[in-house]
């Protein structure tokens, strides 16, 4: 059974930053093969695609976010992160993490002003 974990969210500042984790486990051998990424959910109940590597050796950042935010994997760890710096009132949400079609639970992520 595939399960993706998110940690790392919490309460910070406008103008700090957060690393937020996924841990994957009951991959196999796939984790280095599927397009993974990073989505959260607004307290509007928006869903946006915030980071992801769509294969290829291709990297996606929301304009939004982009120069902020950085996306990394850790294969050998089965492990997929989010770097976010500079964070604004707008990131708050709950941010998920994805592979292929599996979801993880969320990890929230409060900015305040």
């Known amino acids: 059974q595939v399960q993706l974990v998110e940690s790392g969210g919490g309460l910070v500042q406008a103008g700090g930053s957060l690393r937020l984790s996924c841990l994957a486990s009951?991959?196999?051998?796939?984790?280095?093969?599927?397009?993974m990424g990073w989505y959260r959910q607004t307290p509007e109940n928006r869903r946006e695609l915030v980071a992801s590597?769509?294969?290829?050796?291709?990297?996606y950042y929301d304009d939004s976010v982009k120069g902020r935010f950085t996306i990394s994997r850790d294969n050998a760890k089965s492990s997929m992160y989010l770097q976010m710096n500079n964070l604004k009132s707008e990131d708050t949400g709950v941010y998920y993490c994805?592979?292929?079609?599996?979801w993880g639970q969320g990890t929230q992520v409060i900015v305040s002003s």
């Open positions: 994805a592979m292929d079609t599996f």
């Open positions: 590597f769509p294969g290829g050796g291709r990297i």
């Open positions: 009951g991959t196999g051998s796939i984790f280095s093969f599927n397009a």
